[in-house]
């Protein structure tokens, strides 16, 4: 008999007097079945440290336990099954072996549903009987963590975890009990003849925004726990779930293998293997706020096949539900209020249903029935491990390029005014991105400006909205820059980067990086390295408080990540705009062509123009005409031009574009480009990438004019006819103005 727990304490107590009334005449064997509280033994924690000293002497053990819903669960399946645990492990957070062997019962479906499982402290094998497979899964047995654990003991008892009485296998029993916010002591009552303690416990779910209650039932006798029930109200209506222990038995020794036979016609399937899903769906890590969120296919309800890819361009509400789950269902008519306001606009909602239990019902008779009209995948047992979900409800919210910006573990209602908040801001951010665009296509750039401006005032400098930002300003920029107007390419870059906070290194960042010529243009070299030090050193700063946290968190590493290829590009524009003058750095080739040479040395003592370019870069292989007519014009007069580029692991023209490719199979490509560009200049691949540091690389093409002695004489990034008329300029003084 179970003790339900009522809605108030009173009521309560009274329930229990009355029980205890009832049952304190009945005796079986000769012992009461029930006692009025005994002062000695009434003290729960007490009870709870004795139980908890009785686990952890135990060696080896074996108990059968059944499990069943109560109240408004009473329809869920019923299991019963035989646990068998080995205590002991090499890994000090692993308390043992664990074996499950057991089936399950539907409600009105006498057809059982068999189960086995096991974890030999090596790996943990499962049995499917349906399709006659084992599934494996294979730790590393010294190197095993709590949350490995967890994990075993998830793969073992899913979906007959209640079966498993956690504290019989934990190391440090009754953790969460102990730290309860309320623990009383409610009698005593037989569970299988078997005299009990009945302690009774609350504490406080933040996450799900109720209150968690429970109770275990321990032995009078020796100290182990036989029962367990978790109750819960909502809506006035009681529901739960109770496991009963039927028989314990201590061993001296382990009378399980924990091992799985594997019967003929079996086969086993490494569990990365089961991982991948039907609908092409691929596990992986575990993800976080502002990380892309993973792609997934599935079909809907309506037997389409849909992919999360599908709906880019969208902020998109991932909810993760199951039909069972109360708190689930409690938040679809808050979900589907949303999804009606803001459907017109780009937003979207997918409902994912999950860890499905037998005999539960149809979730699409329920959405129907409820009359919910966002998507729903009935399937998404698979995405739900995929995105690691573990509690459910879970939601997570995609911003429009792809990106994680809120994930949400229970209670909708506590991120809905956050939602609601950034589908508006993203309504009025569509509305200015659709004018901005227009704008460009239009060459509208002045009315530009003015939506920038007022786009920058309204929001607040996040990654969604500085994406944005970062290219309507470059548009903006390259348009002046056509007009050679660079004082106006200054102020609009400058107008861009004053508004950024050094600890949110957006790409505005490298606005400086691919104008500066129009900065040289208005600020002497000393002045606009003075401006790019500013901000590096600002960026520095924020690097170096990140890499004194001994416990960074992935955005924070993803963060440190940018802003060190922000500064490393800073350092080399500062090196590029000091290289004149100084004494050329050494240069080291792998592979020569056009050449009989093969080191730079073999180049001293003439004049040397150094084209640092790419295969993929356009601007590049435009750039080779140019050269080659420098080349052929000044060779004689103890001058060469050599290109500069390095292996990609790719290859793309107009006619092919490939990638993973060999060193080998690149350097086919290279050879059959320069015939095909008609290049008669001498090519060398360097040991260092094309994007060399030394030379202050940041882009291609890159042209570095070294004199007779080694040094440095000028500098283009880029090659327009104005830099081109410089650099033959440069050429005829270093070789000698003849016709």
């Avoid at 539907?106 to 349906?130: C, H, L, M, T």
Wanted: aromatic content about 12%; proline content about 5%; glycine content about 4%.
């Amino acid at each position: 008999m179970s003790i339900l727990k009522t809605q108030t304490k009173k009521s309560r107590v009274n329930m229990i007097i009355i029980l205890f009334f009832l049952i304190s005449s009945i005796s079986i064997f000769g012992k009461t079945l029930a006692t009025l509280n005994d002062e000695s033994d009434s003290e729960p924690r007490n009870i709870l440290e004795k139980s908890q000293s009785k686990i952890i002497s135990l060696e080896n053990f074996t108990y059968q336990a059944k499990s069943f819903g109560i109240g408004a669960n009473s329809n869920w399946p019923h299991y019963e099954g035989t646990i068998s645990v080995k205590r002991g492990h090499s890994s000090p957070a692993i308390p043992g072996l664990l074996s499950i062997k057991g089936k399950g019962f539907n409600p009105g479906n006498e057809k059982p549903q068999y189960f086995e499982a096991a974890f030999d402290g090596k790996s943990v094998r499962w049995r499917n009987n349906e399709n006659k497979t084992i599934t494996e899964r294979n730790f590393t047995p010294n190197n095993l963590s709590d949350k490995d654990w967890a994990k075993i003991v998830g793969h073992l008892g899913r979906p007959f975890s209640f079966l498993i009485l956690w504290p019989l296998i934990d190391n440090q029993p009754y953790m969460d009990e102990l730290a309860a916010d309320l623990i009383e002591y409610e009698g005593s009552i037989a569970v299988e003849n078997e005299l009990c303690h009945i302690l009774y416990f609350e504490k406080k779910d933040t996450l799900r925004n109720r209150t968690r209650q429970w109770r275990w039932f321990i032995s009078k006798n020796d100290w182990l726990p036989r029962k367990y029930e978790s109750v819960n109200y909502i809506d006035k209506r009681v529901s739960g779930i109770q496991t009963i222990i039927s028989e314990l038995l201590i061993e001296t020794e382990a009378k399980s293998d924990f091992n799985i036979t594997i019967p003929p016609g079996f086969k086993i399937i490494p569990y990365e293997s089961a991982k991948k899903s039907k609908n092409n769906v691929e596990l992986e890590s575990k993800l976080g706020v502002g990380d892309m969120a993973v792609d997934w296919k599935a079909k809907d309800s309506n037997d389409n096949l849909i992919s999360l890819r599908d709906f880019r361009g969208k902020t998109v509400l991932l909810d993760f539900w199951a039909l069972w789950c109360t708190p689930c269902k409690k938040s679809m008519p808050n979900i589907q209020k949303l999804y009606d306001e803001y459907k017109d606009g780009a937003f979207a909602v997918i409902g994912i249903h999950c860890f499905p239990q037998p005999g539960i019902g149809k979730p699409m008779d329920y959405i129907k029935r409820m009359d919910y009209t966002y998507l729903q995948i009935p399937d998404g047992h698979e995405i739900a491990e995929l995105y690691n979900v573990e509690l459910l409800p879970t939601y997570f919210v995609i911003d429009p390029e792809g990106k994680i910006q809120i994930i949400q573990k229970g209670n909708f209602e506590a991120i809905e005014p956050e939602l609601k908040n950034l589908l508006s801001n993203n309504k009025t951010r569509s509305n200015y991105s659709k004018i901005m665009y227009k704008l460009i296509e239009d060459n509208k750039f002045p009315e530009l400006e003015k939506k920038l401006y007022e786009f920058r005032k309204q929001f607040k400098p996040t990654p969604i909205f500085r994406q944005h930002l970062y290219f309507e300003t470059l548009k903006l920029a390259e348009f002046y820059v056509f007009s050679e107007d660079h004082e106006n390419v200054v102020r609009i870059v400058m107008d861009e980067i004053s508004t950024l906070p050094f600890d949110a290194p957006y790409p505005s960042f490298f606005l400086l990086q691919y104008f500066t010529n129009s900065f040289l243009k208005i600020y002497s070299k000393a002045e606009f390295c003075e401006i790019l030090d500013g901000i590096k050193n600002g960026l520095e700063k924020n690097m170096v408080s990140l890499q004194k946290n001994p416990s960074l968190e992935d955005e924070q590493i993803k963060l440190l990540s940018i802003y060190e290829k922000i500064v490393s590009n800073f350092q080399k524009i500062l090196r590029r705009l000091s290289l004149v003058g100084t004494e050329a750095p050494d240069l080291s080739f792998t592979h020569f062509v056009n050449t009989e040479h093969n080191s730079i040395d073999d180049f001293q003592s003439n004049v040397v123009l150094l084209l640092f370019w790419r295969t993929t870069c356009g601007p590049s292989l435009a750039a080779f005409p140019a050269i080659n007519t420098l080349f052929s014009k000044y060779r004689d007069r103890e001058f060469f031009t050599i290109g500069v580029t390095s292996f990609q692991g790719q290859y793309r023209d107009e006619e092919i574009s490939v990638n993973d490719i060999t060193k080998n199979e690149e350097m086919e490509f290279i050879e059959k480009l320069l015939a095909k560009y008609n290049v008669k200049f001498p090519v060398g691949l360097s040991e260092k990438s094309v994007f060399n540091p030394d030379y202050g690389i940041t882009s291609t093409p890159t042209c570095v004019l070294i004199d007779r002695d080694g040094y440095v004489r000028y500098v283009s990034k880029g090659l327009s006819n104005e830099s081109f008329k410089e650099i033959e300029e440069q050429i005829q003084k270093l070789v000698g103005n003849e016709s």
